[in-house]
């Protein structure tokens, strides 16, 4: 590590209480329902009974039904939660981060917790409520719904802004607002998500990932492989939330740092420079 990049961490850590009080004082006001009415207007995806039996779609269902008996996959293995997740528990079984001091994303100090910190941030990606929301367009089944919605709230208490692991690091909140945005607009019509209450919890809850993201962006790195995957989520936010204060800064911020990234992560040939770029859906 460079110093200027030990600079720059340095001065992040020690601003990071500032910013993190500021964005949670801010984000009262965006506590309104009406701040939805963008997201909520058209399908991002057409998805119908008629088209069930199509592997991908069929797959989704199976994965909600899963889900109602309380088991996901995590990295391809069976993981169950239980009616009521503990949002902060390992996955592996290894306990949980509920009393860990949130540390940056690179902090070598999550390995000598014996806590498999990737297994708790990629159940906290909450890919699950998407399919969740794909099975609800397909079947109307409500209890799909019921169940999105009980685990977002469940993981919004549990996980107040700024003071647990699952908000140290910016790709993963991003990873996860996208999960956000597309599960909410696949229950859009849903009669679990007609109530005020928690279309106002949820507009502030987008608000704190978007301003999170925002100011907790990656330096470019060789491959700038968690740019891109930060910049997709606060371009995404920006786009379908047009009605929050920062939403034109997101979106614009966002696009120009995934074309950024996309210039230096996808070579002419259609290649990519990182092993990794299959998991960053842009």
């Excluded at 608000?207 to 995404?236: C, R, V």
């Amino acid at each position: 590590m460079g110093a200027s990049e030990a600079g720059r961490r340095a001065y992040r850590h020690m601003a990071s209480g500032w910013i993190t009080a500021r964005i949670e004082r801010e984000s009262n006001a965006q506590a309104d329902e009406a701040l939805l009415d963008h997201l909520l207007e058209e399908p991002f995806q057409v998805e119908t009974a008629e088209l069930a039996s199509e592997p991908v779609l069929a797959s989704a269902v199976r994965t909600a039904e899963l889900a109602l008996t309380g088991r996901v996959k995590i990295f391809g293995s069976g993981v169950d939660l239980g009616e009521s997740p503990d949002w902060l528990a390992d996955p592996a079984g290894s306990g949980s981060a509920a009393g860990l001091k949130k540390l940056p994303a690179w902090s070598e100090s999550y390995t000598a917790t014996g806590l498999d910190i990737r297994s708790i941030w990629e159940l906290n990606r909450l890919h699950v409520l998407v399919e969740l929301g794909r099975a609800w367009q397909l079947t109307r089944r409500e209890e799909f719904a019921s169940l999105a919605v009980r685990w977002i709230t469940g993981w919004n208490e549990q996980n107040p802004f700024g003071r647990t692991v699952n908000w140290s690091s910016a790709l993963e909140v991003s990873l996860r607002a996208i999960s956000l945005l597309v599960a909410v607009n696949c229950l859009r019509d849903s009669q679990s998500l007609q109530d005020k209450g928690l279309r106002a919890m949820l507009a502030r809850l987008f608000y704190l990932h978007g301003e999170y993201i925002a100011n907790h962006t990656s330096p470019p790195s060789s491959g700038f492989n968690h740019l891109a995957g930060e910049a997709a989520g606060l371009a995404l936010l920006g786009e379908y939330l047009p009605g929050m204060n920062p939403s034109a800064g997101w979106r614009i911020e966002g696009l120009a740092l995934l074309r950024q990234s996309v210039q230096r992560l996808i070579f002419p040939d259609g290649g990519g420079l990182e092993g990794s770029l299959h998991y960053l859906s842009f």
